[in-house]
């Protein structure tokens, strides 16, 4: 029973780090760590604070935001105190009674704060007033209106930016979990599909993958992450999708292809991460975004095929089953890429279709349609 468990745990152990050293995880992050990077390089990402501050996390844009305000009106309401100092303003220097402020009802430093940020914010409840008897603290009044309004355009166009962020529309874009490799139109193909869950199209999508693996060179030289293209397409071709519903992605294994040497049996025990791009304009919004995900060995499935989702109703509209959206059915297919292609007779297609129980069933009238010219 111990021994049993001890052996389940290292499983375990083996799979949680077999996918966690996965460069781009399944939701397009990317897993790499920079190091030996010097300090002062750093300054650079303050060159480039725009981005910087669209890129960091929600909570720091939050706190940012609050912390930004909130110090400039302390450190206006400073300069305010300071100018009522000046002038005697303030309660305990005792002014007389005839005496003349510069700014009405600023006597300490809390009607300094007060003021500071009702002029900023410009509520004005009031009961605090410059008077034009201080050339100062009429200056002080512009540079803090402007200081405000550029502080409000800069937060406010780094919240908008984090909200538009293409990325987020590339979140409405998924990937099957698994890849499969089954025959596909008398070729053997693996096949990956994906889905836009939005009804507004990507415009000009385009889909390529790229196979990480680690590679030795005649020279001796190790290559730990040599890329090798992957090309994908569908049956109308590889370049601008009609991406109105789920697509059947697939790369045809031949000779020229990476997969071709691998076997049912030994693809498992293969190191290497295929990481598969769609590139898009949102219709909407007409920005360009990327999805990304991978699949590792472990993720591709030999000798299958995934189950239609597509069905047409009684009424003629279109309906899309995303409860099948990642199932896949075995078909009869040759245990390896060699053998489908130079053994005849070892591998065998099945012609049984594969019903979706929960699409309706309709009647298609076959005779020809006569049409005069």
């Known amino acids: 029973m111990i021994g049993f468990i001890n052996r389940r745990f290292q499983d375990y152990m083996v799979e949680r780090k077999r996918y966690k050293n996965r460069l781009v995880t399944k939701d397009g ?13 750093r300054l650079f990402f303050l060159a ?3 981005t910087t501050f669209v890129e960091i996390r929600w ?42 402020p510069c700014v009405d009802n600023v006597v300490g430093l809390t009607t300094s704060f007060l003021y500071s940020l009702e002029t900023q914010t410009t509520i004005g409840y009031g009961g605090r007033a410059l008077t034009p008897l201080c050339p100062g603290a009429v200056a002080l009044l512009i540079i803090q209106s402007l200081c405000g309004a550029i502080i409000n355009c800069f937060m406010c166009g780094v919240i908008l930016s984090k909200i538009s962020l293409p ?38 999508s385009q889909i390529y993958g790229k196979l990480l693996r680690t590679t030795n060179t005649p020279d001796g030289e190790t290559i730990i992450m040599d890329q090798v293209n992957i090309d994908f397409m569908v049956d ?11 697509l059947t992605l697939f790369h045809i294994i031949d ?26 304009t949102a219709e909407s919004t007409s920005s360009a975004c990327q999805v990304r995900t991978s699949f590792i060995p472990q993720e591709i499935m030999w000798g299958y095929n995934f189950l239609p989702i597509i069905s047409r109703s009684k009424e003629g509209k279109y309906r899309v089953d995303f409860s099948n959206f990642s199932k896949v059915v075995p078909v009869a ?15 065998h297609h099945s012609r049984d279709g594969h019903d979706n129980q929960g699409f309706e069933v309709i009647e298609i009238n076959d005779a020809p349609i006569a049409t005069k010219m």
């Open 29 to 41: 992050r990317c897993n790499i760590e920079y190091g030996n990077v010097k300090y002062s390089n």
């Open 48 to 50: 480039d604070f725009w």
């Open 59 to 100: 909570r720091f844009v939050l706190f940012l935001f609050s912390a930004s305000f909130t110090l400039s009106w302390f450190i206006f309401g400073l300069l305010w105190y300071w100018i009522a100092r000046t002038n005697g303003d303030l309660t305990w220097q005792n002014p007389p009674s005839d005496h003349m």
């Open 167 to 204: 990325k987020k529309r590339a979140k409405t874009i998924s990937f099957s979990d698994m890849a499969v490799i089954g025959p596909k139109s008398g070729s053997l193909a693996l096949s990956i599909r994906v889905a836009n869950l939005r009804k507004t199209l990507m415009i000009g």
């Open 236 to 246: 109308a071709g590889k370049d601008n999708l009609f991406f109105v519903c789920p």
């Open 255 to 280: 000779k020229s292809s990476p997969f071709f040497e691998m076997a049912v049996d030994t693809l498992h025990m293969q190191e290497f991460e295929l990481v598969v791009f769609l590139d898009g």
């Open 333 to 347: 297919t040759a245990h390896c890429a060699y053998c489908f292609h130079n053994i005849k007779g070892h591998h």
